[in-house]
């Protein structure tokens, strides 16, 4: 790390060490959580926040698929998206947030690209015009306090036979409890909520699940490395939409 990142960083480590506002709307914490450091989201994000293009390639985006991100913050998940498939060749892709400042970021990101389409929405109840084929949230559902219904939203808007994956935080089976406590927390005060409660979630939910289970390294914090879990599974045919 040079000094010249630390200088970059200030903004974000900043509002980190505050922490997420604890008054206002779900929506209105985000918003200012994240308004203060979306012009650096990205950059600081690309070391904290790891295999996302992982994720991304597990999905199998087919030709032709209508893929929805939900949580997607500044849209950044859009060049593994094509590097996995490149976007003109995909039937949409839906890119749905709840705050404002990262969606600016999304939404230039977004520009002049046909398929693409940007949505101020609520994980837990927006809901596309037709089922689609794949739908993943990259370290969103942790931030989510309703995560369960997001799940729920995020099975009936896919097609049968379609996929949904998840990157995330959480708290590893095999996870010391010290370390299980001191992540949790952690993560806790900027509003980012690990359990063990998700990727059970998911492996009740889907079917033929791909899991992979990691540490990671965490930008200020040498020799620490945060749990994260890679999930992708799919939705049985056959079931009701
Ligand atoms: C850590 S960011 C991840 C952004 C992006 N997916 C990425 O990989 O960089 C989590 C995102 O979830 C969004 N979010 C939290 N709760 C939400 C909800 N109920 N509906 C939609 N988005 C939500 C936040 O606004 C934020 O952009």
């Known amino acids: 790390m040079s000094p010249l990142d630390l200088a970059a960083d200030t903004r974000v480590l900043w509002r980190l060490l505050r922490g997420q506002p604890r008054l206002g ?3 209105e914490r985000l918003e200012g959580f994240y308004a203060p450091q979306a012009a650096r989201y990205d950059t600081f994000r690309a070391r904290l926040l790891h295999g996302r293009d992982d994720l991304i390639a597990a999905l199998e985006i087919p030709a032709g698929a209508s893929v929805v991100e ?16 490149p976007l003109e060749s995909l039937a949409g892709v839906h890119l749905v947030d709840l705050c404002p400042a990262l969606l600016a970021l999304a939404r230039q990101r977004a520009h002049g690209l ?10 837990t109840t ?20 309703n995560w369960r219904a997001v799940l729920v939203n995020a099975w009936a808007m896919l097609a049968p036979g379609g996929r949904l994956g998840v990157v995330d935080f959480h708290l ?7 370390g299980n406590r ?6 806790a005060h900027d509003g980012v909520h690990l359990t063990d409660q998700h990727l059970r979630a998911l492996q009740s939910l889907f079917i033929a699940p791909y899991v992979r ?29």
Not at 126 to 145: C, E, G, I, K, N
Not at 182 to 187: E, I, K, L, Y
Request: proline residues 11%.
């Open 70 to 85: 939900l949580g997607c913050g500044t849209g950044s998940n859009l060049a593994a998206i094509d590097r996995a498939r």
């Open 126 to 145: 927006w809901q596309p015009a037709q089922p689609v084929d794949r739908v993943f949230l990259s370290y969103a559902l942790t931030m989510m306090p």
């Open 25 to 27: 709307s779900h929506a």
């Open 172 to 178: 590893p089976g095999n996870g010391s409890r010290l």
């Open 213 to 241: 289970e990691r540490r990671a390294p965490v930008p200020y914090l040498p020799g620490l490395r945060a749990p994260y879990y890679l999930f992708v599974g799919v939705k049985p045919e056959g079931s009701p939409l």
């Open 114 to 123: 046909g398929n693409i389409t940007v949505v101020e929405a609520d994980a």
């Open 182 to 187: 001191f992540w949790r927390r952690w993560f």
